[in-house]
């Protein structure tokens, strides 16, 4: 079974660029859920995904948007980057929305430069 | 809106030694679980150990256990027999059953554990 994995690793970009972060959910996991964790803090929600439909969202911008596709992977799309935008963004995926466990991928860590 | 709080930012016991982490949380709701995740420096979120609020009964999980105290709304985690594996920062988090799937994670606490 193939866990959450996510890419790239690491990204560098400047202010006012676009980013786009990728994830892939574990076999058989169609709800994938975004957080930005910045340094030395827990992570917060950004939005959830259930079978390509936005299953509710965090208290962040509208430059902050994303997709599923229909084998569940997922994008974290980013506008007009800030400084604040730096931290490490992780994916989880769970087994639907009955389902209370997510599973997190590795992160990808931003810098906004 | 739920709020998970950790009042120790760090933490640090001798290898073999017992450790409890607190947190406590803050919601209306009766119905929800709760989880502990660690984070390693390699910075994958481990699930460790879940809570559902409606069991009284404390969630164990070998050497990994809690104190749920529904009414204090508090939820420590015990880690018995500790190893130098189990360094890593470790987050309280909070699910409602409303609503999106989404967890609520109190700031974290960096737990050491010295040979």
């Known amino acids: 079974e193939t866990g959450v994995t996510q890419s790239p690793t690491h990204l560098i970009k400047t202010r006012g660029q676009q980013v786009t972060l990728r994830c892939s959910s574990q076999s058989g996991h169609n709800t994938v859920s975004w957080y930005q964790q910045a340094l030395g803090q827990g992570p917060q929600f950004i939005f959830q995904y259930y079978r390509e439909e936005e299953n509710g969202r965090g208290n962040f911008p509208p430059r902050f948007s994303g997709l599923q596709f229909p084998n569940y992977s997922s994008e974290l799309n980013v506008n007009a980057l800030e400084l604040d935008d730096s931290a490490l963004y992780l994916c989880?995926?769970?087994?639907?929305?009955?389902?209370?466990?997510?599973?997190f991928g590795p992160g990808t860590r931003l810098t906004v430069l | 809106a739920q709020t998970v709080t950790q009042s120790q930012p760090e933490m640090s016991v001798q290898e073999a030694e017992t450790v409890t982490l607190s947190c406590t949380y803050d919601?209306?709701?009766?119905?929800?679980?709760l989880f502990w995740y660690k984070q390693p420096p390699s910075r994958q979120m481990i699930l460790v150990i879940r809570?559902?609020?409606?069991?009284?009964q404390n969630a164990t999980e070998n050497r990994f256990s809690v104190n749920f105290q529904k009414a204090a709304k508090s939820f420590s985690l015990k880690i018995s027999d500790s190893q130098l594996g189990d360094t890593a920062m470790y987050f309280c988090a909070f699910m409602s059953r409303q609503g999106a799937q989404k967890l609520v994670f109190g700031q974290g606490t960096r737990l050491t554990i010295n040979p």
């Open positions: 919601t209306s709701e009766s119905n929800y679980y």
């Open positions: 809570q559902e609020a409606y069991k009284q």
């Open positions: 989880a995926s769970s087994l639907g929305l009955e389902s209370d466990t997510q599973y």
